[in-house]
């Protein structure tokens, strides 16, 4: 058994991160060159007219948490839109799926957000001073600018028992 481990900060760091530049929002507002026009459309039937973007994030999340179902065998995808057809078509899969959906619904609602992958562990080491991380521990989820607080907030839209479906908290 191969076991990694990691070192993760208890403290805030001293100066806080900088606001977003416009670079940076351009980039977390990109989207792919060829979209399924249908996610235009999914996106504005989701978001909220005139919603703030803390809206907007619950409502997408909200939309994610009760039309799709989380599963670890979608099965085949038949189309070259593996997005397009988690979305519309099978409405089941697994992490990457609802962030990868996330994240385009929200930049059709001018969010800026990112793709992340990573680790969710909760699992301490016997002598209680590490994390057992797993490769079955990899986990993806979105993040979004939050402009009033100035920080990237979590959206966790992927549907499962296991995780805390709570999102956009003050911790990220």
């Given at each position: 058994?191969?076991?990694?481990?990691a070192v993760v900060?208890?403290?805030?760091?001293?100066?806080?991160?900088p606001?977003?530049?416009?670079a940076?929002?351009?980039?977390?507002?990109?989207?792919?060159?060829?979209?399924?026009?249908?996610?235009?459309?999914?996106?504005?039937?989701?978001?909220?007219?005139?919603a703030?973007?803390?809206?907007?994030?619950?409502a997408?999340?909200?939309?994610?948490?009760?039309?799709?179902?989380?599963?670890l065998?979608?099965?085949a995808f038949?189309?070259?839109?593996?997005?397009?057809?988690?979305?519309?078509?099978?409405?089941?899969?697994?992490?990457?799926?609802f962030a990868?959906?996330?994240?385009i619904?929200?930049r059709?609602a001018?969010?800026?957000?990112?793709y992340?992958t990573?680790?969710?562990?909760?699992?301490?080491?016997?002598?209680n001073?590490?994390?057992v991380?797993?490769?079955?521990?990899?986990?993806?989820?979105?993040?979004?600018?939050?402009?009033?607080?100035?920080?990237w907030?979590?959206v966790?839209?992927?549907v499962?028992d296991?995780?805390?479906?709570?999102?956009?908290?003050?911790?990220?």
């Open positions: 058994v191969r076991l990694y481990g900060p208890t403290a805030a760091p001293a100066t806080p991160p606001g977003l530049s416009a940076e929002r351009e980039e977390a507002l990109a989207l792919p060159p060829r979209l399924d026009e249908r996610l235009r459309s999914l996106a504005r039937e989701v978001a909220l007219p005139g703030p973007p803390r809206a907007l994030l619950e997408t999340i909200d939309h994610l948490h009760r039309g799709y179902e989380y599963t065998a979608p099965g038949r189309t070259d839109d593996p997005l397009s057809e988690f979305l519309f078509e099978k409405r089941a899969g697994y992490c990457e799926y990868s959906g996330a994240a619904l929200l059709y001018d969010v800026p957000t990112r992340v990573g680790f969710l562990v909760t699992e301490r080491d016997e002598e001073d590490g994390w991380v797993r490769n079955m521990d990899a986990h993806a989820w979105a993040e979004a600018w939050d402009e009033q607080r100035q920080k907030v979590i966790e839209a992927t499962t296991d995780l805390d479906r709570s999102s956009l908290s003050d911790e990220s």
